[in-house]
């Protein structure tokens, strides 16, 4: 009889999604942490709720079928989304710029649709695990990461394993109260870290100060038609323009004084950046080691290594895909 040649074994792959209120992307990815299938589409082509979860649940199928062909067999589903989610039961409260989410079972409808486990976080949550298997905090135990960009996201890391707390709040740190008589932040509080490194805040502060007369590279851009954000102020800092140079030093400083506060209560062994801001480098990553380093306990100063995210762009892709595979 003819010997029947053995079916090759396929190789185990998560879809990941990070669903953001301008972007939606889906891909699959490797258990060793690499895209190798990728999708975008705007998010704003779904007029509600329906039409969105139409149009993920055909974009994991789509994934599902290339997986397939490339040969790997996909073990779950990943979803990082902006805003407060029971990840027991995958149970969505809001998102965060997209309208419509109210008290969404999210978990269970894309269960039902695709017949795959789901698993359901915050978005900063999953940029946390992800960097936390795959990428600047792979291979220890104890890890804080944080993404700087509108806002200021957090999640923590113990022993492989995301901290939620008792009701999947946790790690908050965006909205840690730093100055009581500070600006006014979006969550009602004042003075809250975001208040100060946020982008939209940081802006603001820089163009209040030129309005007042600063003097800087920045003012003839502007009247050229630039537009400021924070990475036209990174370009005049890397120019030399001193006042660009001090609006980094001073986010850095005020950030590496909140994070002395969290290396006291954690004692980490990394804390890994990312998110827009993080990529002016040294300029904020100096003054905010500089200030960490003067301001902890020596113990958890010289313990913990701040460090650049290293999944940029895919953090958000490979951190919900690192959802299913942490509970696989």
């Not at 990941?16 to 082509?45: E, P, Y």
């Not at 007029?47 to 599902?64: A, C, E, P, V």
């Not at 809001?94 to 269960?111: D, H, M, Q, V, Y």
Request: aromatic fraction near 6%; charged fraction near 20%; charge should be positive.
């Amino acid at each position: 009889m003819p010997v029947m040649a053995k079916k090759k074994a396929r190789v185990c792959g998560a879809i990941g999604i990070d669903l953001g209120g301008t972007n939606v992307r889906v891909g699959l990815v490797s258990a060793k942490g690499k895209l190798i299938i990728h999708h975008t589409f705007l998010t704003k082509q779904a007029r509600n709720r329906s039409q969105l979860l139409n149009l993920l649940i055909d974009y994991i199928l789509l994934t599902k079928r290339e997986a397939r062909r490339k040969g790997y067999a996909v073990c779950g589903v990943g979803l990082g989304g902006p805003g407060p989610i029971d990840v027991e039961r995958g149970f969505v409260y809001s998102f965060t710029n997209i309208a419509g989410w109210k008290n969404t079972p999210l978990k269970k409808i894309l269960e039902k649709r695709t017949g795959l486990p789901s698993f359901i976080d915050n978005d900063a949550n999953a940029m946390a695990l992800g960097e936390a298997l795959f990428g600047a905090g792979k291979g220890c135990r104890y890890m804080l990461a944080l993404t700087l960009g509108t806002g200021i996201g957090g999640g923590l890391v113990l022993d492989g394993k995301l901290f939620h707390g008792s009701h999947f709040s946790a790690v908050e740190i965006g909205h840690v109260s730093v100055n009581e008589n500070g600006l006014p932040c979006n969550c009602g509080n004042r003075g809250c870290i975001e208040t100060a490194i946020g982008n939209g805040y940081f802006v603001r502060d820089a163009e209040k100060r030129l309005r007042a007369g600063q003097k800087s590279l920045l003012r003839k851009w502007i009247a050229e038609g630039q537009k400021l954000t924070p990475r036209l102020v990174e370009r005049a800092a890397r120019k030399g323009d001193r006042f660009s140079q001090s609006l980094w030093r001073q986010a850095g400083e005020r950030l590496g004084g909140a994070l002395a506060g969290w290396a006291n209560v954690l004692n980490p062994e990394r804390i890994v950046i990312g998110g827009g801001i993080a990529g002016a480098g040294n300029l904020i990553f100096k003054p905010m080691r500089e200030t960490l380093k003067k301001k902890a306990f020596p113990i958890a100063a010289h313990s913990v290594k701040v460090i650049p995210a290293k999944l940029g762009v895919d953090a958000g892709i490979i951190g919900a895909a690192a959802l299913a595979f942490s509970e696989s």
